[in-house]
């Protein structure tokens, strides 16, 4: 077996010799042809602290010196350091493959050696240290070793480089803080609103603060309707414990029976799907009550504020100033038409507050107060004290006639105001849900009717202003006159005399009215009645005013030159025949009637209501020859209306006979009316009264009816009595 090749080889003659590693025996110095030891191109020996071995000993080389310089044995046990030089030299592959040459020159190992150990010197009596070498194998000559062909060592592996580590973090590191700061400005800047607005939704608080409504006044001032601060009572079903007890505990103070609120406070489901938190038990419960509710601590149980319209007359001018919802908003009557005014603007308080016990205002968080605007207040042109006259007189009258309607109009001729709008059947304000639809309706601008005998003033007016008549006209009266198929007579025959003007107006002559029709002609007749306000409303204030309806001149027939004239085949209302009268008593000049006279604004300011409409209808001298004219009904011996003359004044007026028209049809009944004025020589007031009675006997109520409303007026208002006396003579046949 040959020997290892780390053991020393011996020569024939038995003496050792020295590996190829070993230093020349001769001059101590490696041998030139070994690279990495002594060639030029060979690595220099470093000893484990990086140094050379001349540094490490302090000498410097020498070519030729004699000291002998070691390089670390092959053997694993010779060199400790051998497997971690063997790594750097490429790994274990070298010593695997036998090869006991050191690296080639030029290659890119390097060779580290360990600094020789000190030699220790032998005594005087010691041989010096023989030479290890290698033993030859028996047979083998000193020849060279055929050199085997070089394999290049693998590549070292590369080694990490803290350098580039530190640059990869330290742009990981900015660019994660980059994006973070991006994060932060767009969360600042950009979705800062947005996330501001979600929170401050959640722990804001809105509290509406209502407006307070205006009220409605009489035209000295006098409240018809105002609003008070009241309380509503409101349970949340969710947190009521015992329903029926609750009940039974409430019932007596809110005056609603127990059945009905422990209905109110079933729990429910709400469209959402979410249950139902807050139920109205009662509204406009007056504080003290509200009071007691609380002192009782019922769960699920509160009370907040609230408000409540309060009209203290109770049924007083209710078919004017109509009524509110619970909620305050106007819906029938003045209520309605002026609730944008009376209303105002609520107001509202939004503030920071936290959850649950904490449901308090955060301090020095946000709160904004939007304060309420009050509503203005309306100034009516209504006399308390003469409209409950008036209503009572009316109602007094009525009281015999059932199913009866009846309306009553006070103006006051210089200025078109409507002192007194009275209607029957009436209702309370207090409370209209427990009344008659009918009830609640303003007769004087629903009412249409077939005004009858009272158009009549219209027709001789109009006669007077296109000079077909004069005050002294006489004309030959028949006791009938036909007009197409129908026949018109009269009910105090004149038997074919002639009858005066006032004879006319006094024994309210249909043929005589006609007759002077015929001369007018119907252009000039509807003419007229349009400039005496028929045919149109007169907005008045109150909303659903009818209209009326004047026929046409090409739809007339025959017959309708014969029913015109006399106040059929025409439709209008109380009021809008009460203007007219009132414009015969204005010396001819129509003014709008109207029932606001000023608006007040919740600071007190007044602004006049809207300027009435004015148009002349009749000059100054006809008109006053017409209300003389008039003067014959309530003066002459067995006129039309002499149950309406009122002692120690003059006063001028006309009775009429109609039919009250719904959808167009007539209804069974009639209706019966007196419109007059006083005191005649310079009237000061105009009354209307119609009643509409099915079963007959109007006249006996709407003449005496209107003598007491202007006996009323007349006082109330300190009129003095007429200066003249008693109105002129009348002659009604003339010789």
């Given at each position: 077996?040959?020997?290892?090749?780390?053991?020393?080889?011996?020569?024939?003659?038995?003496?050792?010799?020295?590996?190829?590693?070993?230093?020349?025996?001769?001059?101590?110095?490696?041998?030139?042809?070994?690279?990495?030891?002594?060639?030029?191109?060979?690595?220099?020996?470093?000893?484990p602290r990086g140094r050379t071995v001349r540094e490490e000993r302090g000498t410097p080389a020498r070519s030729g010196g004699a000291e002998q310089r070691r390089t670390p044995r092959s053997t694993r046990s010779g060199d400790p350091f051998r497997p971690a030089l063997q790594v750097l030299d490429g790994g274990r592959a070298a010593a695997r493959s036998g090869r006991r040459d050191a690296p080639a020159a030029g290659r890119g190992g390097v060779v580290r050696t360990v600094a020789p150990r000190t030699p220790r010197r032998p005594s005087g009596d010691e041989p010096p240290p023989r030479r290890r070498t290698t033993p030859r194998t028996p047979g083998r000559t000193d020849r060279p070793a055929a050199r085997r062909p070089s394999r290049k060592p693998p590549r070292p592996p590369k080694l990490a480089d803290p350098r580039l580590r530190l640059r990869l973090g330290t742009v990981l590191t900015l660019a994660l803080f980059v994006t973070i700061g991006i994060r932060l400005i767009f969360l600042q800047a950009v979705d800062a609103p947005a996330y501001a607005g979600a929170g401050v939704a959640d722990r804001t608080r809105t509290v509406e603060l209502p407006a307070p409504r205006?009220?409605?006044?009489?035209?000295?001032?006098?409240?018809?309707?105002?609003?008070?601060?009241?309380?509503?009572?409101?349970?949340?079903?969710?947190?009521?414990?015992?329903?029926?007890?609750?009940?039974?505990?409430?019932?007596?103070?809110?005056?609603?029976?127990?059945?009905?609120?422990?209905?109110?406070?079933?729990p429910r489901k709400l469209e959402n799907g979410n249950p139902s938190r807050f139920e109205y038990l009662a509204r406009g419960v007056e504080i003290p009550t509200a009071k007691q509710v609380l002192a009782l601590e019922l769960p699920g149980i509160g009370v907040h504020r609230d408000e409540r319209r309060e009209v203290p007359g109770g049924d007083l001018a209710a078919n004017l100033i109509g009524f509110t919802s619970q909620d305050m908003v106007g819906l029938e009557g003045l209520e309605a038409r002026y609730d944008?005014?009376?209303?105002?603007?609520?107001?509202?308080?939004?503030?920071?507050?936290?959850?649950?016990?904490l449901a308090a205002p955060i301090p020095g968080g946000?709160?904004?107060?939007?304060?309420?605007?009050?509503?203005?207040?309306?100034?009516?042109?209504?006399?308390?004290?003469?409209?409950?006259?008036?209503?009572q007189i009316l109602s007094a009258g009525m009281a015999q006639q059932r199913g009866g309607t009846a309306a009553a109009v006070i103006i006051d001729v210089p200025t078109g105001e409507v002192l007194a709008q009275?209607?029957?059947?009436?209702?309370?304000?207090?409370?209209?849900?427990?009344?008659?639809?009918?009830?609640?309706?303003?007769?004087?601008?629903s009412f249409v009717v077939d005004?009858?005998?009272?158009?009549?003033?219209?027709?001789?007016?109009?006669?007077l202003q296109e000079g077909v008549i004069t005050p002294d006209t006489t004309l030959p009266i028949a006791n009938s006159i036909k007009k197409g198929d129908t026949w018109f007579?009269?009910?105090?025959?004149?038997?074919?005399?002639?009858?005066?003007?006032?004879?006319?107006?006094?024994?309210?002559?249909?043929?005589?009215?006609?007759?002077?029709?015929?001369?007018l002609g119907p252009d000039r007749l509807i003419d007229y009645q349009k400039r005496f306000g028929l045919g149109q409303p007169t907005r008045e204030g109150l909303p659903g005013e009818a209209s009326g309806r004047l026929l046409p001149a090409d739809e007339w027939s025959e017959s309708s030159r014969g029913s015109v004239p006399i106040g059929h085949s025409v439709d209008a209302t109380p009021l809008q025949m009460a203007a007219a009268y009132a414009a015969i008593a204005n010396d001819g000049t129509y003014v709008q009637p109207h029932l606001v006279k000023e608006t007040i604004d919740p600071d007190g300011k007044r602004t006049p209501g809207p300027t009435p409409v004015t148009r002349s209808v009749l000059s100054p001298q006809n008109a006053a020859a017409l209300r003389t004219m008039l003067e014959a009904v309530t003066t002459v011996d067995g006129a039309t209306g002499v149950t309406a003359a009122v002692p120690g004044y003059r006063v001028a007026g006309k009775t009429g006979t109609g039919w009250r028209l719904v959808d167009g049809k007539k209804q069974p009944g009639e209706v019966s009316s007196f419109i007059g004025m006083a005191p005649a020589e310079k009237p000061r007031y105009v009354i209307a009264v119609f009643v509409y009675a099915p079963s007959g006997g109007g006249a006996a109520i709407a003449g005496p009816a209107f003598r007491d409303m202007m006996q009323f007026t007349l006082r109330h208002n300190r009129i003095p009595p007429s200066a003249s006396g008693s109105a002129p003579k009348f002659v009604v046949y003339p010789r």
């Amino acid at each position: 077996m040959p020997p290892r090749s780390d053991e020393p080889r011996r020569d024939p003659k038995g003496a050792r010799r020295g590996s190829s590693r070993d230093a020349n025996p001769a001059d101590g110095e490696p041998r030139p042809d070994e690279p990495g030891i002594g060639g030029i191109s060979g690595a220099r020996a470093y000893t484990p602290r990086g140094r050379t071995v001349r540094e490490e000993r302090g000498t410097p080389a020498r070519s030729g010196g004699a000291e002998q310089r070691r390089t670390p044995r092959s053997t694993r046990s010779g060199d400790p350091f051998r497997p971690a030089l063997q790594v750097l030299d490429g790994g274990r592959a070298a010593a695997r493959s036998g090869r006991r040459d050191a690296p080639a020159a030029g290659r890119g190992g390097v060779v580290r050696t360990v600094a020789p150990r000190t030699p220790r010197r032998p005594s005087g009596d010691e041989p010096p240290p023989r030479r290890r070498t290698t033993p030859r194998t028996p047979g083998r000559t000193d020849r060279p070793a055929a050199r085997r062909p070089s394999r290049k060592p693998p590549r070292p592996p590369k080694l990490a480089d803290p350098r580039l580590r530190l640059r990869l973090g330290t742009v990981l590191t900015l660019a994660l803080f980059v994006t973070i700061g991006i994060r932060l400005i767009f969360l600042q800047a950009v979705d800062a609103p947005a996330y501001a607005g979600a929170g401050v939704a959640d722990r804001t608080r809105t509290v509406e603060l209502p407006a307070p409504r205006g009220a409605i006044y009489d035209r000295t001032g006098e409240p018809l309707a105002h609003s008070v601060e009241a309380r509503y009572v409101f349970a949340d079903p969710v947190e009521i414990k015992d329903g029926p007890a609750t009940a039974k505990a409430l019932s007596p103070l809110l005056g609603i029976p127990v059945s009905k609120l422990t209905t109110l406070m079933k729990p429910r489901k709400l469209e959402n799907g979410n249950p139902s938190r807050f139920e109205y038990l009662a509204r406009g419960v007056e504080i003290p009550t509200a009071k007691q509710v609380l002192a009782l601590e019922l769960p699920g149980i509160g009370v907040h504020r609230d408000e409540r319209r309060e009209v203290p007359g109770g049924d007083l001018a209710a078919n004017l100033i109509g009524f509110t919802s619970q909620d305050m908003v106007g819906l029938e009557g003045l209520e309605a038409r002026y609730d944008e005014q009376l209303a105002g603007q609520d107001g509202k308080r939004v503030y920071e507050a936290g959850r649950s016990d904490l449901a308090a205002p955060i301090p020095g968080g946000y709160s904004k107060t939007t304060p309420a605007n009050p509503g203005s207040s309306l100034c009516l042109t209504i006399d308390r004290d003469l409209q409950f006259k008036t209503q009572q007189i009316l109602s007094a009258g009525m009281a015999q006639q059932r199913g009866g309607t009846a309306a009553a109009v006070i103006i006051d001729v210089p200025t078109g105001e409507v002192l007194a709008q009275a209607s029957h059947p009436t209702y309370d304000a207090k409370k209209p849900a427990d009344s008659d639809p009918v009830a609640r309706e303003d007769a004087a601008t629903s009412f249409v009717v077939d005004p009858g005998s009272v158009h009549k003033a219209i027709t001789f007016g109009a006669a007077l202003q296109e000079g077909v008549i004069t005050p002294d006209t006489t004309l030959p009266i028949a006791n009938s006159i036909k007009k197409g198929d129908t026949w018109f007579s009269d009910t105090h025959r004149a038997n074919g005399r002639k009858m005066s003007i006032p004879g006319m107006l006094a024994y309210s002559s249909n043929v005589g009215t006609i007759t002077i029709a015929d001369r007018l002609g119907p252009d000039r007749l509807i003419d007229y009645q349009k400039r005496f306000g028929l045919g149109q409303p007169t907005r008045e204030g109150l909303p659903g005013e009818a209209s009326g309806r004047l026929l046409p001149a090409d739809e007339w027939s025959e017959s309708s030159r014969g029913s015109v004239p006399i106040g059929h085949s025409v439709d209008a209302t109380p009021l809008q025949m009460a203007a007219a009268y009132a414009a015969i008593a204005n010396d001819g000049t129509y003014v709008q009637p109207h029932l606001v006279k000023e608006t007040i604004d919740p600071d007190g300011k007044r602004t006049p209501g809207p300027t009435p409409v004015t148009r002349s209808v009749l000059s100054p001298q006809n008109a006053a020859a017409l209300r003389t004219m008039l003067e014959a009904v309530t003066t002459v011996d067995g006129a039309t209306g002499v149950t309406a003359a009122v002692p120690g004044y003059r006063v001028a007026g006309k009775t009429g006979t109609g039919w009250r028209l719904v959808d167009g049809k007539k209804q069974p009944g009639e209706v019966s009316s007196f419109i007059g004025m006083a005191p005649a020589e310079k009237p000061r007031y105009v009354i209307a009264v119609f009643v509409y009675a099915p079963s007959g006997g109007g006249a006996a109520i709407a003449g005496p009816a209107f003598r007491d409303m202007m006996q009323f007026t007349l006082r109330h208002n300190r009129i003095p009595p007429s200066a003249s006396g008693s109105a002129p003579k009348f002659v009604v046949y003339p010789r």
